[in-house]
């Protein structure tokens, strides 16, 4: 009797024993590697994450289509730049997942030390930098390309966000300072010259200070400055000016200036309604340049067409919807300034990339966030976007300080 109890207390155990591995696994995701437990989230915070997943993995099938051909006949091997970009996206999702982890305090804290390392690395750059198609935007160090310029986005968020976010608080000689800072970094990456970076950070910070309740006259005089230098820079530099004079009239220098955007609007058009098929583009084939970088987005809508590029369109839709929300219920000044400027350089730059790609802008060396190869905007851009979702867990209001910096009460 005694050997048929032990057997059906056994066979119990083994029953039991795979509910009791699904409770553990997610006790351990719950209380050890999420900051906040999965259903706790705000239901914001739970789509910007599914979305920033789903936007990263199809960047690897965009990128892998994309850049197959031309990895197989300079490099040898297909898939070449996807193991690459793979390893970056791995690393820049470990980044995601300690800042994520991070309070945003804390964050705050580190913002003006990583913006000044910044500005010495971008600096830098004009006497150590090397230099590709006319501009001078990267330091070799042994293996590893640095773009300065792409991986100081998300600590000019955080330092614009805790300047704008006290503005009335402060007094004049910290805001001097600071707006000096800003547009120092933004002289030193339009004398690269990047004219698409220094504008998009432009952008960024004055909708952070438009957000933050400046008064507007002040704002309007600030964007007129701001495209009287672009012009000056514009006419100052014969390789920008003639991209300005190439998106006026491609067809005036198609084989040279007018050429990159020619050959991606041929993309574009080709893709028709529905597009020809995954994998199935043609301009990427020998003729559309830069078509794992900054033409990324004719690619796509060659081979998705039409109905797949408003796809597209509607999913940044949704991702700017989705920011607002969250920006509507952070519970103070600091993580909503950080919000409203996260979601402007996640969906101002993918709309710009756009822009460019079919026309609308004059051509500019900017990549696709999350899509385009390239470890540096990959890594800025998930930590931008974990510092999205930062403010989202943040703004439930269950993060309590404690011992294990972890978890909640209400």
């Given amino acids: 009797m005694s050997n048929i109890s032990n057997k059906k207390i056994q066979s119990k155990f083994k029953r039991r024993n795979p509910t009791q591995s699904k409770n553990l696994l997610g006790n351990l995701i719950n209380n050890t590697i999420l900051p906040l437990p999965w259903s706790f989230w705000p239901k914001e915070g739970r789509l910007i994450m599914g979305l920033i997943a789903f936007w990263s993995i199809s960047g690897i099938f965009i990128l892998g289509s994309a850049s197959w051909w031309v990895a197989t006949r300079e490099m040898g091997e297909g898939a070449y730049y996807i193991k690459r970009q793979l390893i970056w996206l791995i690393a820049s999702w470990s980044i995601f997942y300690i800042a994520i982890n991070i309070n945003l305090k804390n964050w705050l804290r580190l913002s003006g030390t990583c913006l000044f390392i910044g500005i010495v690395l971008i600096t830098s750059t004009s ?225 710009m990339h756009i822009a460019v790609s079919s026309g609308a802008m004059p051509t500019t060396g900017l990549p696709f966030p999350l899509i385009s190869y390239g470890g540096n905007s990959l890594i800025s851009s998930l930590l931008i976007a974990a510092l999205l979702v930062r403010c989202s867990i943040e703004s439930s209001g269950l993060l309590i300080k404690n011992p294990s910096n972890r978890l909640l009460t209400r």
Avoid: H
């Fill in 127 to 351: 006497f150590f930098g090397s230099t590709v198609n006319g501009s001078t935007r990267w330091l070799i160090i042994g293996p590893i390309q640095i773009q300065p310029s792409e991986l100081i986005k998300p600590f000019i968020i955080l330092q614009s966000a805790k300047l704008f976010g006290q503005w009335e608080r402060i007094n004049s000689e910290k805001k001097i300072f600071w707006l000096t800072i800003f547009a120092s970094i933004i002289i030193l990456i339009i004398k690269q010259p990047n004219l698409s970076t220094a504008a998009l950070i432009g952008i960024l910070i004055w909708m952070v200070a438009l957000a933050s309740g400046i008064n507007f006259r002040y704002l309007f005089n600030t964007a007129i400055s701001g495209v009287l230098i672009g012009s000056i820079s514009i006419f100052l530099n014969s390789y920008q000016l003639n991209r300005v004079m190439s998106f006026i009239n491609p067809w005036k220098d198609p084989q040279g200036s007018g050429y990159q955007l020619i050959q991606s609007l041929y993309a574009i058009g080709s893709g028709g309604l529905f597009g020809e098929g995954y994998g199935l583009s043609m301009q990427k084939l020998q003729y559309l340049p830069y078509r794992s970088t900054d033409f990324i987005f004719a690619v796509f809508a060659e081979e998705f067409g039409f109905i797949g590029s408003i796809l597209l369109l509607s999913f940044l839709l949704v991702v700017a919807y989705l920011t607002l929300k969250i920006s509507i219920n952070c519970s103070n000044n600091y993580s909503k300034l950080i919000s409203i400027g996260s979601g402007t350089i996640l969906v101002g730059q993918s709309i």
